[in-house]
């Protein structure tokens, strides 16, 4: 599968957060300004709808069955029902930075902790007001949210190298177009020694949502662009795949090897004659295998 296959037409207003579950053998993802956890495997596809804006999610090591999930208020516990409906309790308030912010990407580190960032809901305003924020696996999960970041306009591109040594992070934002490295102490989950990862100004779409393959490459979705890029450690563009639509907004390693790449989308308001499965969910056999996400760990470390 060289070419991306529709596995699910969505029509998702915007596509984030796909998350591969091994133990059920199921995708899970978000519709961020539509409230709803998405759920496909092989037996079809159902969703579920929460009170908040909701833009990450990573399932817990704790509670079986339950996420944790980034909102516009804060991190919040999710718990899918049999009505449709996302029951949540919150886990952390946030105190934004400005009026009108919410949660965008996050994910674990390969800790346990949840890392996220938040924006301001008004992108054209390019307010840098977005902060990363860390939650949890330090013994404390009923702690307050521990800024470790500030200054960026849309936190995007999260994702951790397969030693958790390195951490990634991109502002997708049309003014920067900028992926980052950092230095990860693993012990503390602290970031340090930032440094220009890739620039993504000279290249073909804006960066988005990420995932890391086991040979420690990062794969980025070039947002406005309709492709999935995948960088070396050392920086190097390894190869870039095309996905039926302009607005591919995130991937993720699933199926039963993890060789299987899920790309989410963005279906945007307007003429759609040229790109009709925009805001679906897609799948890539792109010749890698990725890594199994963390579980969200709310009282400790193993």
Known sequence: MSHAELVVDARNATGESPVWRGDEQALYWVDIPARALHRWSAEGHTHWVGSEMLACIAPRADMPGEWIGGMESGLFSLKPAADGTLTTSRLANVEHTAPAMRFNDGRCDRQGRFVAGTMALDMSLALRTGCVYSHGGDGDGEAPLRQLLDGVIVP????????GRTMYLSDSHPNVQTIWAFDYDTDTGTPSSRRVFVDMNPLPGRPDGAAMDADGCYWICGNDAGLVHRFTPEGRLDR???????KPSMCAFGGPKLDTLFVTSIRPA??????PLAGGLFALRP?????????????GID
Do not use: R, Y
Not at 156 to 163: H, T
Not at 240 to 246: T, W
Not at 287 to 299: H, L, N, V, W
């Open 156 to 163: 995007n591109g999260l994702a951790f190298s397969p030693d």
């Open 240 to 246: 870039s795949l095309e996905v039926p639509v302009k």
């Open 270 to 275: 307007g003429d759609l004659s040229d790109q």
């Open 287 to 299: 010749g890698t295998q990725g890594i199994a996400e963390p579980m969200f760990a709310k009282t």
